[in-house]
């Protein structure tokens, strides 16, 4: 597509529930990245996938948090029995590898 | 620990005034430098550094990296309102993963 897209864009939940964030990323980019970006707060990296492999899911806060990404497009990440502290805004970008990446609009994540 | 600091955390300006807004690193195999501006929640791309003192420019923004002191500078020159927004500063790395790191951002608002 023209730009990455990211669903749904706003998700209000209740605390325990498991919730699925989906990015598909801009069309021939093989790099994904996710990042989490809380009130107020800079972008706090979470994993980076290069095609459908995950070199890099150092910054994954808890075993709650899962990702994948399926034919080296489209990423879910999964929060299973989500807490009030995972509240955010759930950033996806895409790139050409070694190049600028390019993010979503988000997903806006609220636990109640 | 690799870290990315930004300074000011918030500054407020008049129309017409010049802003510089600050960011220094400290990381092991650094690769480039970037400047994204964040109004809602999607940050965009200005620039990329990856050469001391080569000067980046686009109309009223400009941006500079010193490698040997670790910062870069955004300066923005006759601000308008619509600069009003977060500025964040990233660091990509060499080894191996294409992990970009963020400082905290400077909320930048320009009063008219």
């Known amino acids: 597509g023209a730009g990455v897209s990211q669903s749904p864009s706003n998700k209000v939940t209740e605390k325990g529930k498991d919730v699925e964030l989906r990015c598909d990323p801009i069309?021939?980019?093989?790099?994904l990245y996710w990042y989490r970006q809380s009130l107020g707060q800079g972008l706090e990296f979470l994993i980076y996938f290069q095609g459908n492999s995950a070199p890099d899911k150092s910054g994954l806060p808890s075993d709650r948090f899962s990702a994948e990404r399926t034919g080296g497009s489209v990423s879910t990440l999964t929060i299973q029995r989500t807490q009030q502290e995972d509240s955010a805004v759930y950033l996806c970008?895409?790139?050409?590898?070694?190049?600028?990446?390019?993010f979503g609009e988000g997903s806006w994540l609220t636990v109640v | 620990e690799d870290k990315v600091v930004q300074s000011p955390l918030s500054l407020v300006v008049h129309e017409g005034d010049t802003v510089t807004l600050n960011c220094s690193y400290e990381?092991?195999?650094?690769?480039?430098l970037l400047w994204y501006k964040q109004e809602k929640k999607a940050p965009t791309f200005l620039f990329m550094l990856?050469?001391?003192?080569i000067e980046k420019k686009s109309g009223r923004l400009s941006s500079i990296l010193d490698k040997k002191e670790l910062f870069s500078i955004l300066n923005i020159t006759a601000t308008q309102t619509g600069d009003s927004a977060v500025y964040l500063c990233?660091?990509?790395?060499?080894?191996?993963?294409?992990?970009?790191?963020f400082g905290t951002g400077t909320r930048l608002k320009v009063l008219a």
């Open positions: 970008a895409s790139s050409s590898p070694g190049n600028t990446i390019y």
């Open positions: 990233a660091v990509t790395l060499t080894s191996g993963t294409y992990k970009y790191i």
């Open positions: 990856t050469s001391s003192g």
């Open positions: 990381v092991t195999n650094f690769r480039s």
């Open positions: 069309s021939g980019h093989t790099a």
